[in-house]
């Protein structure tokens, strides 16, 4: 069965400098993962997808992640936090195959001080 | 393109009272997917239209249903409302629902069950 495991319910970082929201997920094939963001009372926004072909995404809003089959992480990065960056983070994988339901992280919630 | 739109955003319901939930996916996508988010749970599928068809379904009891419609529009309903069925309901269309298609998210409905 497929799962994802957000080691970070919360992260707090200052404006200007770099972000790491760590996953680690679990598959017993080749996973489809992403990285969903919830911005306060707005829907779900994909910002990346990873679905086996270069194994560093990169996303939207200068956000990218690396693919690490050995690791089973697939952690997201931004080199520099901006004050609009602060939300819900949700990485997730794909059920797999025909069954394109997602399973969700419990999410991390990001702070960006000024 | 317009987004996936879900009616109503805010319902506010008695326990044992019943409720229907409305989702509009993007034009010329035929998968639509729900999804119950609450802060104790997070975010959990909980069943998948393609072509008027249920594929998939998440682990909730009986008194959750959906139907999809031959243009792609999705009804939720849930009978005999419990305290715990208070939550953010999400709904994403994407193409094909396949694991590598991208789902696209409304922006919810807030069903409050007093």
């Known amino acids: 069965a497929q799962s994802v495991t957000q080691l970070d319910s919360h992260v707090s970082v200052s404006e200007g400098t770099p972000v790491l929201l760590r996953c680690n997920y679990s598959s017993s094939y080749s996973p489809s993962l992403f990285w969903y963001v919830q911005h306060p009372n707005k829907g779900l926004q994909l910002l990346l997808k990873y679905t086996s072909a270069a194994t560093l995404v990169k996303g939207i809003n200068g956000f990218e992640a690396e693919f690490k089959k050995s690791e089973t992480s697939f952690h997201l990065t931004k080199p520099s936090a901006h004050m609009s960056d602060a939300a819900e983070y949700f990485c997730?994988?794909?059920?797999?195959?025909?069954?394109?339901?997602?399973?969700f992280g419990k999410g991390t919630k990001l702070s960006v001080k000024p | 393109k317009a987004g996936v739109t879900q009616t109503p955003r805010y319902l506010i319901k008695t326990r044992g009272q019943q409720v229907t939930l409305s989702c509009s996916p993007i034009?010329?996508?035929?998968?639509v997917s729900w999804y119950q988010q609450t802060p104790g749970q997070g975010l959990q599928f909980l069943f998948e239209y393609f072509s008027e068809t249920q594929r998939n379904k998440g682990n909730f009891p009986g008194r959750f249903s959906g139907r999809q419609f031959s243009n792609s529009r999705s009804e939720m309903n849930v009978s005999t409302l419990e305290l715990g069925d208070s939550a953010l309901y999400l709904c994403?269309?994407?193409?094909?629902?396949?694991?590598?298609?991208?789902?696209?998210f409304g922006p919810g409905t807030r069903l409050t069950v007093l």
């Open positions: 997730v994988v794909s059920a797999g195959g025909s069954q394109g339901n997602l399973i």
């Open positions: 034009s010329g996508h035929r998968s």
């Open positions: 994403a269309s994407s193409f094909s629902g396949d694991a590598w298609n991208e789902q696209f």
